[in-house]
């Protein structure tokens, strides 16, 4: 059972970093669908560090008030609110507000993340149980640009 939960908080976390890395390899796209500069089309990324960095101030606070595994439900469906309408942005400016949001949703899940895994395991397995959810950010790092890339073809 701890093994599932352990799993089901990597996807959790890939899903959440994904969110994150799977703008790199669009950007082209994203020039000539909304054309825009380069210089622009790399300011999502500012306003998703935006979003991040408005909940960060805050999100200790609310995973604290609402609990561990609402503030994950809450960050999840923000994200995935925020994913879906990046869908039918057409805009440089619903683009960036979109992103704002991806960052809100995505910070929501580290602070009580963790919380959740050192209750799910006995203190002498914390530091396998984290190094082992860590693994998903690097994951994504690697094969959501690679993915995308090679997926872009068939649907572009």
């Known amino acids: ?3 599932l939960l352990l799993l089901l908080f990597w996807g959790l976390w890939y899903v959440y970093f ?8 669009l950007l082209p796209l994203i020039e000539d669908e909304l054309a825009i500069s380069h210089a622009l089309a790399g300011s999502i990324f500012s306003f998703l560090s935006i979003g991040y960095s408005i909940t960060l101030a ?9 609990g561990y595994k609402r503030s994950i439900a809450l960050g999840f469906a923000i994200l995935a609110t925020a994913l879906f309408s990046l869908r039918y942005t057409t805009t ?14 995505t910070r929501l899940y580290v602070p009580s993340a963790l ?3 050192t209750t799910i395991f006995r203190g002498e ?3 396998k149980a984290i190094a ?6 690097s994951f994504s790092i690697l094969s959501i640009p690679l993915f995308t890339a090679l997926a872009l073809p068939f649907f572009y």
Do not use: C, Q, Y
């Open 115 to 117: 919380p959740l895994l």
């Open 92 to 105: 440089f400016s619903s683009l960036a507000t979109a992103a704002v949001f991806v960052g809100i949703g």
């Open 18 to 25: 994904s969110s994150r890395t799977v703008i790199s390899p």
């Open 132 to 137: 082992f959810h860590e693994t998903a950010a």
């Open 1 to 3: 059972m701890k093994a």
């Open 58 to 66: 805050l999100d200790g606070l609310l995973s604290f008030r609402i």
């Open 125 to 127: 397995n914390w530091g």
